[in-house]
């Protein structure tokens, strides 16, 4: 039964925690441990019931997950190095949409071929949800490193072959059907890249520096979205400048998807190397011993859920992230993917000079994600949240007013403000949404909101915007539309559970040092950011069914106060008592 299940006495809460030791062993303060040493069916004794109402459990020393900042930079290393890869491809298709355009459609409308090559873009959207459904539950059963394995290779190996594809002149529409089913794949993969690695990163951040360490993650997004717009603008000057003007489009638009070949190797390698996270592993082991005693319920926190549970006990949560997921992909994605067919429909720059113009902005966003992320740390997601939403509310039309000033240099300007809302609500997230959702459920709650929020208002932001222009005849909307769905999430932000400096839910706390788990342990009683209840401690059942039997008689087989007294003396208020449970990372 899970420590956060109610009991029978209405209004109580069950207490589930460690029996006390008696004698000189139980002075001693146990060390936290490494990971490798947790027993995965490792069980804690019930902890005696202490006056007629039930407490919280107690945590111990060593339930608290030390993962030092050593193990850290490795894991999250090997995350970055694999999201630079699967955004790498997002980078090199928005930068060589027109161009890709010339080569895989021949309506007879410049505008509707420009359009339908965004909508290559947006199909690989519409199927991330159901890679969301298929991998994010997946990843909640075997474990996050093995899917994200998988949905590197996948992505690499897909964008390797959009290289080799043959061209209209070659083959006719085919040529397009491909692209699109080659787009399809990609989508089906990154359903499950995206929510995996926040979820991967987070749960093997320290609490206090969530925001920071899960913030690298989205740095490694958008310098793959600057290492493909660096490669077309290289490919596109080599070419030009040694084969002439026409190579580019006959031949040189391959060189930079075959590049995920080896970009590709390097990632899978890392991929393949990284450790599962602790989180997951120590759920695990609460899941299985709640499997044995055969009543899990299904809305408690530890209990794994498909799409269907999720959305039943999760719905709020889902909706929460859903519209900050579509704020910021709507600028992001007008940043990033759109930009370039903005520049050459609006401006007439060709694929080098939009690449050339956008790089600057995307390399400081990069410098800024960071400094958001530790922002959010010290003062809290919902702020940082708020300030991205109002400056996506205030900016978005001085913004793109002094782009339509034409001038190399104000374009530049224009796109770092662009900028700066995306960075702060890029920042936060990598940390904030998985936060959102207990340990057993987050991949695949992630991967529902996620995939969902980005399929309908980041991946057709492209699409969207051209069409609106076309529409209306006004070159703002694009503007308009980041300045929407800044406000709706500004509103949503409202409604969110602020979780900086907290334990994940479902999860352990999580720390640095063996210090810092004394520290955290011996003042767990006046921390008002620890809530034992929704941690995965596990109780002994025979102890369980006694705590029961004896609350359905008021006071029966319940010790008193004064009785148990005794029993605390030489605990330090730590509540320690050398189980075998352990922390995770060294």
Known sequence: MSSSEPSSLPGAERTLGAAPQLGPEADAQPEARSDGDRPGGA?????????????????EVDDVLVVKGSKVR????????????????????????????????????KSLDTILTLLGFAVSFLVRPFGGLVLGPLGDKIGRQKVLFFTMAMMAIATALIGVLPTHAQIGVWAAFLLYALKLVQ?????????GATTYVSEYAPDKKRGFYASMLDVGSYFGFALGAGSVALTHLVTSSVWGPDAMLAWGWRVPFLIAIPLGAVAIWFRARIPETPAFEATEAEQEAEAEQSHEDASSVHARKGPIGIIRYHWRELLIAVAIVAATNTAGYALTSYMPTYLGTQFGYNEMTSAATTIPALLILCVMIPFAGKASDRFGRRAVYFTGSATAVLLMLPAFWLMHQSSFLEIQVAMVIVALPVAMFIGPSAAALPALFPTAARYGAMGIAYNISVSLFGGTTPVISQTLIKWT?????????IMFFGLVAGIAVIFMRESAKRPLLGSFPSVETAEEARELVAHQDENP??????????????????IEAAMDVPGAGLPSDADAA????????????GADRVGAGS
């Open 566 to 577: 005794p029993e605390d003396e030489g605990r330090d208020g730590s509540g320690a008592s």
């Open 187 to 195: 989508g089906f993969s990154t359903g499950g890249e995206y929510a």
């Open 74 to 109: 490795t894991a999250i290393g090997g995350t970055v190095v694999g999201n630079v890869m699967e955004w790498f491809d997002f980078g090199v298709y928005g930068y060589m949409t027109l161009m890709l355009s010339e080569l895989f459609f021949h309506t007879g409308s």
């Open 529 to 546: 950011l620890l809530n034992t209840s929704e941690m995965p401690i596990v109780v002994d059942p025979e102890m369980e069914a006694e």
């Open 473 to 481: 005849g006004n070159s703002y909307m694009p503007a308009l539309w």
């Open 43 to 59: 069980r804690r004794p019930g902890r005696r019931l202490l006056g007629r109402k039930p407490k919280q459990p107690r945590l």
